[in-house]
């Protein structure tokens, strides 16, 4: 059965907030700290959509809903389905997840299966009304620590073209490493005391191999490679 909790008179940015969540205790302690944040708002909690809809539905009031997770994770093909079932069924009614996991891999899914945010377990409870409204609004929220988490991570591969440094010649790798380098054909054949014409050749072989149409195409791939061989930087 849903608690209904009326708060303050202060204008609420949401008539209703309705928290879905199956683990009983979770969720009446997660009401709890909730009512204590959005004033003028009403709460209402329940196991499943279903009893939302039941119960209150689609209303004409402001709502916006809640999807407590757990330990459950957005990698897990049936919680993913499930959200986009919850999605469906909510209609017009934003629904925003509540979730376990802090990488931002965890935001996109939750994106991606329709939901209008993502709230990561490391966000303060007096952020998560903010939280809300800013994913509600169209704005994605993303925490520090995913955030600066992004940053640090390495490039990821560009698919397919990896392994193509494995079919370079060593005079290929010499030559392709100063072409990403920015040097010039003038400045490669000297560094590599080859004749001009024989560097624009080792560059065209390069170009078919990459799928490259000009040199900053090629450049940018060949820096998008990871575990360039270090052996390349000293090519006679």
């Not at 709502?63 to 997770?69: E, H």
């Not at 560094?191 to 799928?211: A, D, P």
Request: aromatic content about 6%.
């Amino acid at each position: 059965m849903a608690r209904l909790s009326p708060l303050t008179d202060r204008a609420p940015d949401f008539d209703i907030y309705v928290v879905i969540d199956n683990r009983a205790l979770e969720r009446a302690c997660f009401v709890q700290c909730l009512q204590q944040r959005c004033e003028g708002s009403t709460i209402v909690d329940y196991e499943t959509l279903a009893d939302w809809r039941d119960d209150i539905g689609s209303s004409d009031a402001r709502q916006v809903i809640l999807s407590n997770l757990g330990s459950r994770s957005l990698a897990d093909e049936k919680v993913r389905a499930d959200l986009q079932n919850l999605v469906a069924e909510a209609k017009d009614v934003p629904v925003v997840v509540l979730g376990a996991c802090e990488d931002i891999e965890a935001s996109i899914s939750a994106l991606e299966c329709g939901a209008a945010g993502y709230i990561s377990p490391c966000v303060r409870f007096v952020d998560i009304v903010e939280a809300t409204r800013l994913a509600v609004g169209g704005g994605i929220f993303l925490p520090r620590a995913a955030l600066m988490a992004l940053r640090k991570a390495p490039p990821e591969p560009v698919e397919g073209r990896v392994t193509v440094l494995d079919q370079f010649t060593d005079r290929q790798l010499a030559v392709a490493n100063a072409l990403r380098c920015g040097a010039a054909n003038k400045m490669i054949a000297y560094q590599l005391q080859l004749r001009e014409s024989t560097v624009k050749v080792h560059i065209r072989n390069i170009f078919q191999k990459l799928k490259a149409t000009n040199r900053t195409e090629a450049a940018f791939l060949l820096n998008q490679m990871t575990g360039w061989p270090e052996a390349a930087e000293s090519a006679p």
